[in-house]
């Protein structure tokens, strides 16, 4: 056995709470997340824009949504990940909140401002206090089911927000692409599980690549809210210092970074998301931007979108995501499930 994310009894150690497992299994939770989504009776009235409220893992959904229906949707889409609302919010608006555990006191403090404003509700919760405050405001909820972290619940949040999207008749058009999505998913999943030996599988081969190195993740806009995904992931699961940006945005300022002193890149890989469906312009110019990155950086790595769809393209990008954070976290010895420091801070 040569590495140690081969030795699948070293990985049930370091990940006893099944972190990994979760991950495998993500398509067929966002399939049993459209089944029971599909159930809730959900009644809206007209609404001009779509506002999902939300922190840390349980933003993610929103974000993805956002960028997932940003050149189709007709109504902007708005993540707000604060105490307070947009000044916008108002009667015309459709709240979606989210939070999976159901006791984060921004999230809660966005319901309540959505309340007296009189924007039109929905709730997406796996229980807790905004469970009990939907229920009696007779606000429509969104059951997530119980026993995930709420960052490893993203296939049940994403799946549920995307359900009631299409209710609310803002996502039926792209609806084939969450078919497609699940079915690229199911394959890649294949060649990144644990089972799957370090030499044939490509996460392992990541997260060996960024073990000791500070990743930064980049990505075209589709995948703005995938980068911050990786970034997150990172953060969370593997236990490591990340970034992101996305592209362009990043041409006029991460770019900059390259000039730092060499000693102190050393210890920094950018991972670039990389999607064939970019026209030619913007992939050249990435192009350039990754050999400024390469002469500097002590290291850059690529991870190319699978996929027609720009579903399946964003999830298949944020899929090995998912699963590197997880087997980095192993490597540095770390339970990819536990999250000390949030914990402490959200008990004051
Ligand atoms: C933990 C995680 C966190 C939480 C965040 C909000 O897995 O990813 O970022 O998502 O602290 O908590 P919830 O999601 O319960 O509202």
Known sequence: MDTPLDDLEQIGRVDPRGMLDVITTLPESAEDAIDSADKVDLKLRRFKNLVVAGMGGSAVGGLLLRDWLQQTSSVPIIVSRDYSLPGFVSRDTLLFVVSYSGGTEETLSAFEEGKIKGAKIVAFTSGGELEKRAKAAHITIYKLPQGF??????????LSLIVAAKKAGIAQDSW???????????????????????????????????????????????????????????????????????????????????????????????????????????????????????????????????????????????????????????????????????????QG
């Not at 972290?149 to 994403?158: D, E, K, N, W, Y």
């Not at 002469?295 to 999830?315: H, N, Y």
């Open 149 to 158: 972290q709420p960052r490893a619940a993203i296939a049940h949040q994403l």
């Open 176 to 346: 084939w692409e969450v078919r497609e999505a699940i079915d690229v998913l199911k394959a890649m999943r294949e060649e990144m599980r644990p089972e799957t030996p370090q030499w044939s599988n490509p996460a392992k081969k990541l997260a060996v690549e960024l073990h000791g190195y500070i990743p930064l993740v980049y990505g075209s806009r589709i995948h703005e809210a995938v980068a911050y995904r990786w970034n997150t992931q990172l953060n969370e699961n593997g236990k490591s210092p990340a970034g992101s940006s996305f592209i362009p945005e990043a041409f006029h300022n991460a770019i900059v970074a390259g000039e730092a002193d060499k000693e102190l890149l050393a210890s920094v890989c950018a991972v670039f998301l990389i999607d064939s469906a970019e026209g030619e312009h913007l992939a050249s110019k990435t192009r350039r931007f990754m050999d400024i990155l390469k002469a500097r950086f002590g290291k850059v790595l690529e991870v190319q979108t699978c996929g027609e769809g720009r579903l399946a393209r964003m999830l298949s990008a944020l899929y090995v995501g998912d699963f590197v954070s997880a087997y980095l976290g192993v490597l540095y010895g770390r339970d990819p499930s536990i999250v000390e420091s949030i914990d402490r801070l959200k």
